[in-house]
């Protein structure tokens, strides 16, 4: 069975950083692309980053390109999504998903405020 | 950035009715390989996106074949025959075409 386990999610202070992780089982997690989409509070899907199956290609939606960084550790079948200078608009609930969005985790919560 | 208007925002249908769920891009989303990738997902209440159909009209592992999707090159379409209660939820399109990969607004679906 497929399983995408997110975590790493909290409260923290605008501007200050924050790394998600999204454990993967139930498949070969180092032949798949994966990304990172969030879903603010009431409102619908964003896609923020996706990665290639090796680390080649990396996208990133261009509200979050240059202050959060998708990666992925293939020996330990994680992807990250490191998050800096965070803003009150980051504000979400973060899912990892396989593929062309095929599976997807049960998500994490990232809240930023003061 | 490819725009998904999605139409219309809401639904209420009684039980055992059909529906129909558009979704029109703002370009093509036949890609170089010549396939689409357009996907429709349902988020159920209090739950993750699960995708039910893929590449236009491919339905997923385990989802009912009340479940269908059609359409070409810019407009799509998704129709559920026979709503059942378990349908509830909101229904998003996905074109994974054409980077950054962008969703409809979606479309609520309330039973009667």
């Known amino acids: 069975e497929v399983q995408l386990v997110e975590s790493g999610g909290g409260l923290v202070q605008p501007g200050r950083s924050l790394k998600l992780s999204c454990l993967a089982s139930?498949?070969?997690?180092?032949?798949?692309?994966m990304n990172w989409i969030r879903q603010a509070p009431g409102k619908g899907l964003e896609w923020v980053a996706s990665?290639?199956?090796?680390?080649?290609?990396?996208y990133y939606a261009d509200t979050v390109k240059g202050r959060f960084t998708i990666s992925r550790d293939n020996a330990k079948n994680t992807l990250y999504l490191q998050m800096t200078s965070l803003r009150s608009e980051d504000t979400a609930l973060y899912y990892c998903?396989?593929?062309?969005?095929?599976?997807w985790g049960q998500g994490v919560m990232v809240t930023v405020s003061s | 950035d490819v725009v998904m208007t999605q139409t219309p925002p809401s639904l209420s249908v009684a039980i055992g009715q059909s529906v129909s769920i558009s979704c029109k891009s703002s370009?093509?989303?036949?890609?170089?390989?010549?396939?689409?990738?357009l996907n429709w997902l349902l988020q159920s209440p209090g739950r993750s996106p699960k995708r039910l159909i893929y590449?236009?009209?491919k339905l997923d592992s385990g989802v009912p074949d009340r479940f269908s999707g059609s359409g070409s090159e810019k407009d799509f379409t998704l129709k559920i025959s026979r709503v059942e209660a378990e349908d509830l939820g909101v229904y998003y399109c996905?074109?994974?075409?054409?980077?950054?990969?962008?969703f409809g607004s979606g479309t609520k679906l309330e039973i009667k």
């Open positions: 996905l074109q994974g075409t054409h980077l950054p990969h962008t």
């Open positions: 998903a396989r593929g062309r969005s095929s599976y």
């Open positions: 990665i290639s199956s090796s680390s080649s290609y990396i």
């Open positions: 370009q093509s989303l036949v890609a170089s390989d010549k396939n689409t990738y």
């Open positions: 139930g498949f070969t997690f180092s032949n798949y692309g």
């Open positions: 590449q236009v009209s």
